[in-house]
């Protein structure tokens, strides 16, 4: 689809958040972004306010949707909910379906992840895992990635002709800079995003390990769909990790390659 360089700034925006945008390079956006505000720092200020208010407004218009799953583990009798509780999570759902907004499920989440292309095997791990445990975080925040690309593009190349630091939308969850925590202040009992933080690993990371039983997990919740982690269990697999010898660290990789071999 051919883009007219000079369509307003709401025209490519929506065509970008739709992904029709796939033509609009890098070098065709710098000079749409050009002739749309004359390198004038205002006018950049304003596109890229513009910019960031169309991903906060898409952001928005999603919620995650948990009612079907809860009514079937209900029915299975793996959830403690009664009739009133269950109603109360329909009508919550309802109630944003009607003001237009789309509920998402882990296997809709999955599956645009899938048709968008995995990374890498190990990329592929993560999301497979991510969906089995039904981290609806994870599977929105990898599924978002994708969805945004066309419309990050156009953004960044906003922020660099402004000459500035680019900033994340307000509504996009920022690292805030905090006191690294004590291994005591931890809870017996975790989660993955508690697991990161105390590894310093990525989630994707974890994911793949716990697929290859490299760390030490469990599984709990209804259906097993919950990932938690044991403080002490991984306190001393990290201590295990760093005690490795060079010679265990080199039995272990032929180890893994051996196996990769034998698949």
């Known amino acids: ?77 793996k959830l403690n909910m009664d009739s009133q509780e269950l109603e109360d999570v329909y009508n919550e759902e309802t109630y944003l379906q009607k003001e237009g907004k789309t509920g998402l499920v882990a296997d809709f ?12 095997e190990h990329h592929r791990d993560a999301i497979e895992s991510a969906w ?25 190349v906003i922020v660099s002709m402004l000459g500035t630091v680019p900033t994340i939308p307000e509504t996009e969850p920022q690292n805030a800079k905090r006191e690294p925590k004590r291994i005591e202040d931890y809870p017996e009992v975790f989660d993955i995003t508690l697991c990161c933080e105390l590894t310093n690993y990525a989630k994707d990371t974890i994911y793949k390990w716990t697929r290859t039983r490299e760390i030490p997990c469990h599984r709990s919740g209804t259906n097993g769909r919950k990932l938690v982690f044991k403080r002490d269990e991984i306190v001393a697999w990290m201590t295990a990790r760093k005690q490795e010898t060079k010679d265990e660290f080199i039995k272990r990789m032929e180890s893994q390659l051996a196996a990769r071999l034998r698949k």
């Open 132 to 156: 089995m445990f039904h981290d609806m975080e994870f599977l929105q925040q990898q599924w978002e990635y994708y969805a945004l690309v066309q419309i990050r593009s156009l953004r960044a």
């Open 109 to 120: 989440l999955y599956n645009s992840i899938a048709q968008y292309g995995f990374i890498n």
């Open 1 to 77: 689809m051919s883009m007219a360089i000079n369509m307003p700034l709401g025209g490519l925006i929506d065509k970008s958040l739709k992904g029709e945008a796939r033509f609009a390079h890098e070098e065709w956006l710098r000079t749409y972004v050009k002739r749309l505000t004359n390198g004038n720092k205002t006018k950049l200020k304003q596109a890229l306010n513009e910019v960031d208010e169309a991903i906060n407004q898409w952001r928005d218009g999603f919620f995650i949707s948990t009612y079907d799953e809860k009514l079937s583990a209900v029915r299975q009798g």
